[in-house]
């Protein structure tokens, strides 16, 4: 009888072996010489620094640029692809001829590689023979034309839209999900005590997809703050420090070979992903108990 119950556990070994030696023997690595000042250039030996390398990030002006780019991201590309996916899934929800292959096409973004989207965005935006600059040429609005990816100013919003264009299918998927969900009965209940498009929407629709409104937004807060790809290909954090965001800031500092002060970023991240989403998880699922 013991042997029965023993033996299954086996199957297991593999999966825990491989976890440890790919996530928490790097995760505790990382944990450790974010405490120090290892930096695999230099000869001598790394030194325990105690919380010195989070004191000088937070000093630092281009660490404090990436936090802040970073944030923006992460706030922008969730509420962008938060009110799309929502608009998408109600459109997509009613009496839509063809909606299936609308459905479709709206999603295939979701399944593209990160890579292969910076790449195809990347030739949108280009100056010279970009796609976006030859249709406004063509539509006569030549004084509209100007380097997307190598301004300041529109660089960080060009990301913004690539990944808003990339999920707001995915989102829809999963409000499509909560919207099949809901009773029709519910409506029609509502219609019947003279309660308009808006009442019906803000008093049925709404409250009931408060589940499906946790998962999109505590999803994407969470891939806004983790983004690299597009950022990394598309304008590699330029121009100057415009387009930095944390991960392509800690990929810089490790190529450097400076992994002590890397690993201390990492770590704010981690930190600061961690407590936003348990934040946003707990304030969100409080609501929907509420509603």
Request: proline content about 3%; aromatic content about 14%; hydrophobic content about 55%.
């Amino acid at each position: 009888m013991n042997k029965k119950k023993f033996y299954p556990n086996y199957f297991t070994y593999p999966a825990i072996i491989l976890f440890s030696i790919f996530y928490c023997i790097p995760i505790a690595a990382s944990f450790i010489m974010s405490f120090t000042n290892w930096n695999i250039k230099r000869i001598d030996s790394p030194k325990f620094t105690g919380l010195k390398n989070f004191e000088r990030l937070l000093h630092d002006d281009y660490f404090m640029l990436a936090l802040k780019n970073t944030v923006l991201f992460a706030v922008a590309t969730t509420v962008g692809i938060v009110i799309i996916g929502l608009l998408l899934a109600l459109l997509l929800n009613a009496a839509v001829k063809g909606k299936s292959f609308f459905r479709t096409v709206f999603y295939l973004p979701a399944v593209l590689s990160l890579i292969v989207v910076g790449i195809m965005f990347k030739a949108v935006f280009k100056l010279d023979g970009g796609i976006l600059n030859q249709i406004l040429t063509a539509l006569g609005l030549s004084g509209a034309v100007t380097d997307w990816l190598g301004n300041g100013t529109t660089a960080m919003w060009c990301i913004i839209f690539v990944q808003i264009w990339k999920w707001s299918g995915f989102a829809m998927a999963i409000y499509l999900a909560g919207l099949q969900g809901i009773p029709k009965d519910y409506y029609e209940a509502a219609t019947i005590d003279g309660a308009n498009v808006w009442q019906r929407f803000r008093n049925i629709t709404l409250p009931l997809l408060a589940p499906a409104f946790t998962v999109v937004i505590t999803m994407n807060t969470i891939g806004g703050f983790k983004v690299f790809e597009q950022v990394y290909v598309m304008t590699n954090g330029g121009p100057g420090n415009a387009t930095q965001v944390l991960n392509t800031f800690i990929y810089k500092e490790f190529s450097k070979g400076s992994l002590g002060r890397s690993s201390a970023m990492s770590l704010i991240l981690f930190l600061l992903i961690a407590v936003i989403a348990v934040v946003i998880n707990k304030v969100l699922t409080k609501r929907e108990v509420e509603m």
